[in-house]
């Protein structure tokens, strides 16, 4: 079982930087790939970033790229998001994902645990 908590996100300026941080219980956290999806006020969820669970790959949309950054450190369970330059389209619900896979994750259908989720508003 592994039980994952976002926090970090809030209200921005475009143009402006948060880092999301997902802390996950469990020993067993490096087994994981993990990724974060976000969804906006009637929009379907979306894969936005992922990473495999030795750290070494990676995955970003085309609308993040070269904006966000996805890492791991496996010794304090913990996986971030750090977001620049971040524009009002970046607005939505940041959700933290785990799936037990030796791959990267590419979508939502086999993920194993979803954390709460956590706001992310840009202003213009």
């Known amino acids: 079982q592994v039980q994952l908590v976002e926090s970090g996100g809030g209200l921005v300026q475009a143009g402006g930087s948060l880092r999301l941080s997902c802390a996950a219980s469990g020993r067993t956290f490096s087994s994981y790939a993990m990724a974060w999806f976000r969804q906006a006020p009637g929009k379907a969820r979306a894969l936005v970033a992922s990473?495999?669970?030795?750290?070494?790959?990676?995955y970003y949309a085309d609308s993040v790229k070269g904006r966000f950054t996805i890492s791991r450190d496996n010794a304090k369970n913990t996986v971030y998001l750090q977001m620049n330059s971040l524009k009002p389209e970046d607005t939505a619900v940041y959700y933290c994902?785990?799936?037990?896979?030796?791959?990267?994750?590419?979508?939502?259908?086999?993920?194993?645990?979803w954390g709460q989720g956590t706001q992310v508003t840009v202003s213009s």
């Open positions: 990473i495999h669970w030795t750290g070494r790959s990676t």
């Open positions: 994902a785990a799936e037990q896979t030796l791959r990267t994750v590419v979508n939502d259908t086999r993920i194993d645990y």
